[in-house]
């Protein structure tokens, strides 16, 4: 019996049981059908009704369209709209028709004509239901039809495409991007399959070679989706399955990311899919060609990676319970052993390259060794004990919500026991490869666990997809399928639509080659680089294959055992600085105990023995003397026009004119209206200086992000710190010296937020989201992002443009004023952040904006209808947090924070954080515990203190990984000493970059104020 036939044989059986067994109609049936007769025949007639589903879809489309518009309408307008949208709904609906396709899921669109609310994330979902449905309903799955997994890989490739990486990427991407131009050999199992295949990309004429590369990531990722969507569709003959499949593993956050740069997870997936298709087909079939295609496949990937090894346990699995008695049949599975054999012969690239140019491997046990990568064989299940794993599978299940949603994972598990009913064998092939890989993935010691979950991604789609395409063949109705297909795909694309924007801008980074490019060019002949891994591959990639600086050697300062790693720099730093010029990329607090001149270059660290005495051609000349004998020479400022949270970079010029006496501090501030928007501190050991020799000081810091846009200066001093505070060095009749002036503008995308919402205001303003804060005793601050609507196609009636002047944010509790500030001019789409300061102890709040002519600005409702002025936000939790460090991250409390512990004790300390943008870079996370009374003797390396860090996440999430948006909770574990004080403890938080060790600002000014410019205090715990 075909597959068709047995469908219609379920239903057939299903109808038959339940007749009455006598077959004929009770009298107690009978009265329920008439009764329920004439409700029935006035549903199908609503059913079909196209006039009413025309009305529906009209009321439906005129408010879309009137949400659409910058200011309010008046009711004579929102009447003739409707006309208008519902005249061209029936008009459609008339062609419709005339192929009697089922519209009847239009009557969905009431619930959104029907919500109290302006809510364009829900008009999006009820409409992307309502089509869906309607292509469910009306599409024939027809087995035949191959064409869906071709559309959908060019799909995804264009989308791929879009968002790929443009140039060359650093640490490990730049590696791989190095090696496969110039058929060389990367770490570690060596990965020569990867090679080759990304050799053969990088002869194509498109991009530098770096981009190549990156394209034969983005061409495994959209392969990989196309095999799922086209193993799905074979095996359930359902397409709204297939690309649900598809959607969910294509758009998820990880999946999206490795297709988009050099890496080798992406071919790690692919080979996935095909071992898993294969292995499904030939159950399937029994065909020995689709066994003997899966040898290969899967010694190819066993070859590529030593983790698709581990999927030889589901994969056997499979095999023997689909043919037990296969191994008594050599022909059955001989050629499959020998096409497996075959396909590792690519390992003998290794041996052939190391012999012809690169000495990676020398000997038959050096190759072992790099093939299986026995260096990292201590990393494997590494964590085993049941408290570790305990620890650890929450950020699991935190993973599996950041690259899914918090929908499609349960779905999944839903729909496994459809597969489970109709093919017990196929859960256990894709359900044990899934099982197989998390746990090595969790139980492994490295800071990539997101990605060595790209196995367990693919086999969870196909999960999802072979669950949801039985049940909707053998379990579920037509309608109620298609609204359930259509829910899960809504999930899937609206995943795709959160981190789009992130991979969008991760599309314009060039930083990677903006970095590496300008030091080399800019070198001393023969100079030394001293890098870090996430530079050197960088470095390497443009030396070796655009050409650039060979004069310059590079290398990679790897850490040495137990010695400090600050300690390695500073040996290689003396061996080398005697015979050529040498540059940093890391610059170690240690190093300020160095005898050397660490002269700021290009972001990187020229060194030096003796002081520079040349100064640049592009420095701004000045000539400012401060008390004690302190010359500026000038300044050197990168760029001067600026959004908030950009990062301002300056480099100032000064000299010593005499011996000092003290150790001085310098500092930069940026000065508005508002205050103090941005500010650096140096601490030198200026008594240790030379008359006359030249200082370069880099500040680099960021602006708030809560900046209102204008112009501001950029000052500069000197002060000396003490017990008693500090005191400035004066210049003429001030403390400080003018040096410049900068101009911040408005951002272009809201800053990510806790509690994202949408109200609109007449202004063509809208209310994006909420945040609070209580980290200042007594106070409460709520950050409000604004957003101005973009440009209108046509700027006329509710459309036409508004941006008339500033505009006031007023917060009112019974009637009295609390807070209030300024918001600018913003233009078409562009957005800003505004903070308020209210006391605590209020019970309920009330928010409202006045426009340029003192008048209250209405709010708009549905169909953008005036609905009143004020508006009343809920008010915070007693512990709400929400500290922006730089513009990559804000802290946004603790999780679960105890009140009390012991010494001796575990304690748990579990920040949580909020990502602000995708993120470049790799940070580390430092936490601890000080005592209070010595909090502020602590941060002068005082008093007890005792801290922990590592990489977010137990390492499973590292912060190069994050997207925006993203919620991460990172637990740290701490056992107190046993000499830990009793009393209050403050817990501290500190975020660093995890190779250059530069610590992140605090962007809230109250704080920086009470010290805590990087370092932060935090909440209480008890030691008893």
């Known amino acids: 019996m075909g597959v068709k036939d047995q469908s219609i044989d379920s239903r057939s059986m299903l109808s038959r049981a339940a007749r009455p067994r006598n077959g004929r109609d009770t009298p107690r049936l009978r009265s329920r059908a008439r009764g329920r007769a004439p409700v029935i025949a006035h549903f199908r007639d609503m059913r079909w009704n196209p006039v009413v589903q025309g009305m529906t879809a009209g009321l439906y489309l005129s408010r879309v369209i009137a949400e659409s518009s910058v200011g309010p309408w008046r009711p004579i307008q929102l009447l003739a709209l409707f006309a208008g949208s519902a005249s061209l709904s029936l008009a459609f609906l008339a062609l419709l028709r005339k192929s009697s396709a089922q519209t009847?899921?239009?009557?969905?669109?009431?619930?959104?004509?029907?919500?109290?609310?302006?809510?364009?994330?829900?008009?999006?979902?009820?409409?992307?239901?309502?089509?869906?449905?309607v292509w469910i309903l009306n599409v024939p799955d027809l087995a035949s039809d191959r064409w869906l997994p071709i559309v959908l890989f060019l799909v995804m490739l264009a989308l791929y495409v879009n968002t790929l990486a443009p140039t060359v990427l650093p640490a490990d991407s730049g590696e791989f991007q190095l090696v496969s131009n110039v058929l060389g050999i990367a770490h570690p199992p060596g990965y020569p399959l990867y090679t080759l295949l990304g050799k053969l990309f990088t002869l194509l004429p498109i991009g530098d070679g770096a981009y190549r590369v990156n394209l034969f990531g983005a061409v495994c990722g959209a392969l990989t989706v196309a095999v799922v969507a086209r193993s799905v569709r074979r095996s359930t003959d359902s397409a709204a399955a297939s690309v649900l499949a598809a959607g969910a593993l294509g758009l998820s956050a990880t999946f999206w990311a490795q297709s988009t740069v050099a890496n080798i997870r992406s071919l790690t997936a692919l080979l996935t899919a095909v071992c898993l298709a294969l292995l499904l087909r030939w159950g399937e079939s029994r065909s020995r060609r689709y066994l003997v295609a899966f040898g290969a496949c899967f010694g190819l990937g066993l070859g590529h990676h030593l983790s698709i090894g581990l999927l030889g346990l589901p994969f056997l699995a499979y095999i023997l319970t689909q043919s037990p008695r296969i191994i008594l049949k050599p022909r059955e599975w001989a050629p499959s052993v020998a096409a497996f054999a075959a396909s590792l012969l690519v390992l003998?690239?290794?041996?052939?390259?190391?012999?012809?140019?690169?000495?990676?491997?020398?000997?038959?046990?050096?190759?072992?060794?790099?093939?299986?990568?026995?260096?990292?064989?201590?990393?494997?299940?590494?964590?085993?004990?049941?408290?570790?794993?305990?620890?650890?599978?929450?950020?699991?299940?935190?993973?599996?919500?950041?690259?899914?949603?918090?929908?499609?994972?349960?779905?999944?598990?839903?729909?496994?026991?459809?597969?489970?009913?109709?093919?017990?064998?196929?859960?256990?092939?894709?359900?044990?490869?899934?099982?197989?890989?998390?746990?090595?993935?969790?139980?492994?010691?490295?800071?990539?666990?997101?990605?060595?979950?790209?196995?367990?991604?693919?086999?969870?789609?196909?999960?999802?997809?072979?669950?949801?395409?039985?049940?909707?063949?053998?379990r579920l109705s037509r309608p109620a399928g298609a609204a359930l297909a259509a829910a899960l795909l809504l999930c899937a694309v609206s995943n795709g639509m959160t981190n789009y924007s992130s991979f969008a801008e991760l599309h314009r980074d060039t930083s990677a080659r903006d970095y590496a490019q300008a030091i080399l060019e800019d070198a001393p002949q023969g100079a030394l680089v001293l890098s870090n891994w996430h530079r050197a591959t960088t470095f390497w990639y443009l030396q070796q294959v655009e050409g650039l600086r060979p004069d310059v050697e590079v290398t990679y300062v790897y850490p040495e055992g137990s010695l400090p790693n600050e300690e390695v720099w500073l040996r290689r730093i003396g061996e080398q600085l005697a015979h050529r010029p040498v540059v940093v990329t890391n610059l170690f607090h240690a190093f300020a105990h160095a005898d050397y001149r660490w002269i700021p270059f290009h972001g990187a660290w020229?060194?030096?023995?003796?002081?520079?005495?040349?100064?640049?051609?592009?420095?701004?000349?000045?000539?400012?003397?401060?008390?004690?004998?302190?010359?500026?020479?000038?300044?050197?400022?990168?760029?001067n026009d600026l959004v908030p949270g950009d990062t301002v970079r300056l480099h100032v010029y000064w000299q010593p004119t005499r011996q000092l006496q003290n150790d001085y501090s310098t500092f930069v501030q940026v000065i508005g209206s508002a205050g103090v928007v941005g500010q650096d501190?140096?601490?030198?050991?200026?008594?240790?200086?030379?008359?006359?020799?030249?200082?370069?000081?880099?500040?680099?810091?960021?602006?708030?992000?809560?900046?209102?846009?204008?112009?501001?200066?950029?000052?500069?001093?000197?002060?000396?710190?003490?017990?008693?505070?500090?005191?400035?060095?004066?210049?003429?009749?001030?403390?400080?010296?003018?040096?410049?002036?900068?101009?911040?503008?408005?951002?272009?995308?809201?800053?990510?937020?806790?509690?994202?919402?949408?109200?609109?205001?007449?202004?063509?303003?809208?209310?994006?989201?909420?945040?609070?804060?209580?980290?200042?005793?007594?106070?409460?601050?709520?950050?409000?992002?604004w957003r101005r609507a973009d440009a209108a196609l046509v700027e006329m009636g509710p459309w036409k443009?508004?941006?008339?002047?500033?505009?006031?944010?007023?917060?009112t509790s019974d009637?009295?004023?609390?807070?209030?500030?300024?918001?600018?001019?913003?233009?078409?789409?562009?957005?800003?952040?505004?903070?308020?300061?209210?006391?605590?102890?209020?019970?309920?709040?009330?928010?409202?904006?006045?426009?340029?002519d003192g008048q209250p600005v209405a709010r708009l409702g549905p169909w953008h209808l005036r609905v009143g002025a004020d508006l009343k936000p809920s008010l915070p939790e007693k512990r709400a947090r929400y500290i922006p460090l730089g513009r990559e991250m804000a802290f946004v409390g603790f999780s679960r924070l105890?009140?009390?512990?012991?010494?001796?004790?575990?304690?748990?300390?579990?920040?949580?954080?909020?990502?602000?943008?995708?993120?470049?870079?790799?940070?580390?996370?430092?936490?601890?515990?000080?005592?209070?009374?010595?909090?502020?003797?602590?941060?002068?390396?005082?008093?007890?203190?005792?801290?922990?860090?590592?990489?977010?996440?137990?390492?499973?999430?590292p912060t190069l990984k994050w997207l925006r948006g993203w919620l991460v909770e990172d637990p740290h574990s701490l056992t107190l000493a046993d000499s830990a004080p009793s009393g209050l403890a403050t817990t501290?938080?500190?975020?660093?970059?995890?190779?250059?060790?530069?610590?992140?600002?605090?962007?809230?000014?109250?704080?920086?104020?009470?010290g805590m410019g990087v370092h932060l205090e935090l909440d209480p715990i008890l030691v008893e």
């Open 104 to 133: 009847w899921p239009l009557y969905l669109l009431l619930g959104y004509v029907l919500w109290p609310h302006v809510s364009p994330a829900l008009s999006f979902t009820l409409l992307f239901i309502v089509l869906a449905m």
């Open 348 to 474: 003998l690239y290794l041996p052939i390259r190391s012999m012809t140019g690169i000495p990676a491997i020398s000997s038959w046990a050096g190759f072992v060794d790099y093939v299986l990568a026995l260096g990292f064989r201590g990393d494997v299940l590494y964590f085993r004990s049941v408290a570790e794993l305990a620890a650890r599978i929450p950020l699991w299940l935190n993973i599996m919500r950041l690259q899914f949603g918090p929908v499609l994972p349960w779905a999944t598990l839903l729909a496994v026991p459809s597969l489970g009913r109709r093919d017990w064998r196929a859960l256990l092939l894709l359900s044990g490869a899934w099982a197989v890989n998390t746990l090595s993935a969790i139980t492994y010691r490295a800071p990539q666990t997101v990605e060595y979950l790209m196995p367990s991604y693919v086999a969870l789609a196909l999960l999802l997809g072979h669950g949801l395409g039985l049940a909707l063949r053998f």
């Open 606 to 639: 020229l060194v030096r023995q003796e002081p520079p005495t040349d100064l640049p051609e592009q420095m701004v000349g000045g000539d400012a003397r401060f008390e004690d004998g302190i010359h500026v020479l000038g300044y050197e400022l990168e760029k």
């Open 681 to 785: 501190d140096i601490v030198h050991r200026s008594s240790r200086y030379l008359p006359g020799e030249t200082r370069v000081d880099l500040y680099s810091f960021p602006l708030l992000l809560h900046t209102p846009p204008g112009e501001y200066r950029v000052v500069t001093g000197f002060y000396l710190a003490g017990d008693g505070g500090w005191k400035r060095l004066r210049v003429g009749e001030s403390d400080h010296l003018n040096l410049t002036s900068i101009r911040v503008n408005p951002g272009r995308e809201p800053v990510a937020t806790l509690h994202p919402m949408s109200h609109h205001f007449a202004n063509g303003l809208r209310l994006t989201g909420l945040d609070y804060d209580r980290s200042i005793s007594g106070q409460t601050r709520l950050y409000l992002h």
């Open 801 to 811: 443009p508004r941006f008339a002047g500033p505009t006031l944010v007023r917060l």
């Open 815 to 852: 009637g009295g004023l609390v807070a209030q500030g300024s918001l600018s001019n913003l233009g078409p789409g562009s957005s800003a952040m505004l903070a308020l300061d209210m006391p605590d102890g209020l019970e309920e709040v009330s928010l409202s904006i006045v426009g340029p």
């Open 898 to 957: 105890p009140e009390m512990t012991k010494p001796g004790q575990e304690v748990w300390l579990r920040p949580r954080f909020l990502s602000l943008r995708p993120l470049p870079a790799d940070y580390s996370v430092c936490v601890g515990l000080v005592s209070l009374q010595a909090a502020s003797r602590a941060r002068r390396g005082l008093g007890w203190e005792q801290k922990v860090d590592g990489t977010p996440a137990l390492g499973a999430i």
């Open 988 to 1010: 501290t938080l500190t975020v660093y970059d995890a190779f250059t060790l530069e610590p992140l600002h605090v962007l809230d000014e109250r704080l920086v104020r009470e």
